[in-house]
C-alpha cells in the first residue's frame, strides 16, 4: 500500500473542498471496498478524507411519503430498518443477499454504490485492464468472461457492476443526493448515476470531482410483493451471475431490474411493460442486442430463468430472496 495522508471532514462541504484541493484526494467510509484495492495497489489515493463523522447515519421521512437514507447508514442498519422490511421489502432482501453480516456492518449506503467492479482481470495488475489503466486494452474480451457483462458493454471493457443493493434501489426508482465543494446540491436518478463504459470505462459513475453522496432517497411506497433472487456459484458471499429485483402488482403488472449481466443495474420500462406476458416476453426486451462471449452467453437464457423464478415466488406470496 502506498503511503497516503488523512483528515475527519467536519461537513459534507468541507469535505467536498478537501477533495477538490488536493490532486488524488478520495473519501473514505467504511472502507471495504478501498482499502482491498488500496493493498492492491489499484487505487492510489494520495489523500483519504474521512467522511464518518458527519451524521449523514439516518433514516428519515420525507413529504412525499418516501424514506430519505443517510450515505452513512450502514447496510445492516438499513436492511433491519422496519420501516425498510415493510414498504420496501425488495431492498432489504438484495442488502441480505450480499456480503457477510461482517461486511454489511462496516459498508455504507452511499460506499455500496461507488464499489468497483469484480472483473479478475481489474483485480490481476499483471493484466491490461481499460477500466484500471486507459488505454492499456481489455484482456477479458479474449480472457475468460463467465461472470462478465453481456449489456452495455464495449469494445473496451465488458466488466459488470457487482452490487446487490444498487439493483434494487433502480427497482424502487430511488435518488441519489449529492453536495459539491461550492455547496451545490443535486439529485440524480439511479438509472443515470452509473455510467456505461464507452470508451472511458475508468469512469464508473456520473460524479464529479470532490462530489460527495449525501443521501439516497425513496419515492413513496408502491406496495406489490417485492422480491430478489440471485443466482451465483455460492449459497453466500459470493456476486451474482444474474440477480433479478422485482416488484409484481397483483393484477400482474409490475418491474424488473436485473443485476450481473452490465455495468449498471440493468431495467428497461418496455421490458416492465411486458410483465404481464411472462417471463420470456421480459427477458426478451431486457437482453434484446446482447453482445456475449462464448463462456457467458448463457446469461441469455439464465436471465428469463431467473425472471420465472422471481415471478413464480411473487405468485406464491414467498417473497425471499
Same mark, same amino acid.
Request: charged share 25%.
Given at each position: 500500500?502506498?503511503?497516503f495522508?488523512?483528515?475527519?471532514?467536519?461537513?459534507?462541504?468541507?469535505?467536498?473542498?478537501?477533495?477538490?484541493a488536493?490532486k488524488?484526494?478520495k473519501f473514505?467510509?467504511?472502507?471495504?471496498?478501498?482499502?482491498?484495492?488500496?493493498?492492491l495497489?489499484?487505487?492510489?489515493?494520495?489523500?483519504?478524507?474521512d467522511v464518518?463523522?458527519l451524521g449523514l447515519?439516518?433514516?428519515?421521512?420525507t413529504e412525499?411519503?418516501?424514506?430519505?437514507?443517510?450515505?452513512?447508514?450502514s447496510?445492516?442498519?438499513?436492511s433491519? @430498518?422496519?420501516r425498510?422490511?415493510r414498504?420496501?421489502?425488495?431492498?432489504?432482501r438484495?442488502?441480505?443477499?450480499?456480503a457477510s453480516g461482517?461486511?454489511?456492518?462496516?459498508a455504507?449506503?452511499?460506499?455500496?454504490l461507488?464499489q468497483?467492479?469484480?472483473?479478475p482481470?481489474?483485480?490481476?495488475?499483471n493484466?491490461a485492464c481499460?477500466?484500471?489503466?486507459p488505454?492499456?486494452g481489455?484482456s477479458?474480451?479474449?480472457?475468460?468472461s463467465?461472470q462478465?457483462?453481456i449489456?452495455?458493454?464495449?469494445?473496451a471493457?465488458?466488466?459488470?457492476y457487482?452490487?446487490?443493493?444498487?439493483v434494487?434501489?433502480r427497482v424502487?426508482?430511488a435518488?441519489?443526493?449529492?453536495?459539491?465543494? @461550492?455547496?451545490t446540491?443535486?439529485?440524480?436518478?439511479?438509472?443515470d448515476?452509473h455510467?456505461?463504459?464507452? @470508451?472511458?470505462?475508468?469512469?464508473?459513475?456520473v460524479?464529479e470531482?470532490?462530489?460527495l453522496?449525501t443521501a439516497?432517497?425513496?419515492?413513496?411506497?408502491?406496495?406489490g410483493?417485492h422480491?430478489y433472487?440471485k443466482?451465483r456459484?455460492r449459497a453466500?458471499?459470493?456476486f451474482?451471475l444474474?440477480?433479478?429485483?422485482a416488484?409484481?402488482q397483483p393484477?400482474?403488472?409490475g418491474?424488473v431490474?436485473?443485476?450481473?449481466?452490465a455495468?449498471?443495474p440493468?431495467?428497461? @420500462?418496455?421490458?416492465?411493460?411486458?410483465?404481464r406476458?411472462?417471463?420470456?416476453?421480459?427477458?426478451?426486451v431486457?437482453?434484446?442486442?446482447?453482445?456475449t462471449t462464448p463462456?457467458?452467453?448463457?446469461?441469455?437464457?439464465?436471465?428469463?430463468?431467473?425472471?420465472?423464478a422471481?415471478?413464480?415466488?411473487?405468485?406464491?406470496?414467498?417473497?425471499?430472496s
Amino acid at each position: 500500500m502506498k503511503s497516503f495522508t488523512y483528515e475527519r471532514a467536519t461537513s459534507p462541504e468541507a469535505a467536498a473542498k478537501a477533495a477538490i484541493a488536493t490532486k488524488g484526494a478520495k473519501f473514505i467510509a467504511g472502507g471495504t471496498n478501498l482499502i482491498d484495492l488500496m493493498k492492491l495497489e489499484i487505487e492510489t489515493p494520495t489523500h483519504l478524507i474521512d467522511v464518518n463523522g458527519l451524521g449523514l447515519d439516518e433514516i428519515t421521512e420525507t413529504e412525499d411519503g418516501g424514506l430519505r437514507i443517510g450515505a452513512m447508514v450502514s447496510n445492516t442498519d438499513l436492511s433491519s @430498518d422496519q420501516r425498510i422490511r415493510r414498504d420496501y421489502g425488495v431492498l432489504t432482501r438484495a442488502i441480505v443477499a450480499g456480503a457477510s453480516g461482517q461486511l454489511r456492518n462496516k459498508a455504507s449506503t452511499g460506499g455500496n454504490l461507488l464499489q468497483r467492479t469484480r472483473c479478475p482481470y481489474f483485480y490481476d495488475t499483471n493484466m491490461a485492464c481499460n477500466k484500471r489503466k486507459p488505454g492499456d486494452g481489455c484482456s477479458a474480451k479474449e480472457g475468460y468472461s463467465r461472470q462478465l457483462g453481456i449489456m452495455g458493454v464495449s469494445d473496451a471493457c465488458i466488466a459488470t457492476y457487482p452490487g446487490d443493493m444498487a439493483v434494487a434501489l433502480r427497482v424502487l426508482d430511488a435518488q441519489v443526493e449529492t453536495v459539491k465543494a @461550492d455547496g451545490t446540491k443535486r439529485m440524480i436518478p439511479m438509472e443515470d448515476f452509473h455510467r456505461l463504459p464507452g @470508451d472511458r470505462p475508468d469512469l464508473d459513475n456520473v460524479l464529479e470531482t470532490g462530489e460527495l453522496i449525501t443521501a439516497v432517497t425513496l419515492p413513496k411506497p408502491v406496495g406489490g410483493q417485492h422480491i430478489y433472487h440471485k443466482v451465483r456459484d455460492r449459497a453466500s458471499y459470493a456476486f451474482a451471475l444474474v440477480s433479478v429485483a422485482a416488484i409484481v402488482q397483483p393484477d400482474g403488472t409490475g418491474r424488473v431490474a436485473v443485476g450481473g449481466i452490465a455495468p449498471k443495474p440493468w431495467r428497461d @420500462d418496455a421490458a416492465d411493460a411486458q410483465m404481464r406476458n411472462g417471463p420470456a416476453a421480459v427477458a426478451r426486451v431486457l437482453t434484446k442486442g446482447a453482445k456475449t462471449t462464448p463462456d457467458n452467453a448463457y446469461k441469455v437464457a439464465l436471465v428469463e430463468r431467473t425472471i420465472a423464478a422471481a415471478m413464480a415466488q411473487a405468485a406464491s406470496g414467498k417473497a425471499r430472496s
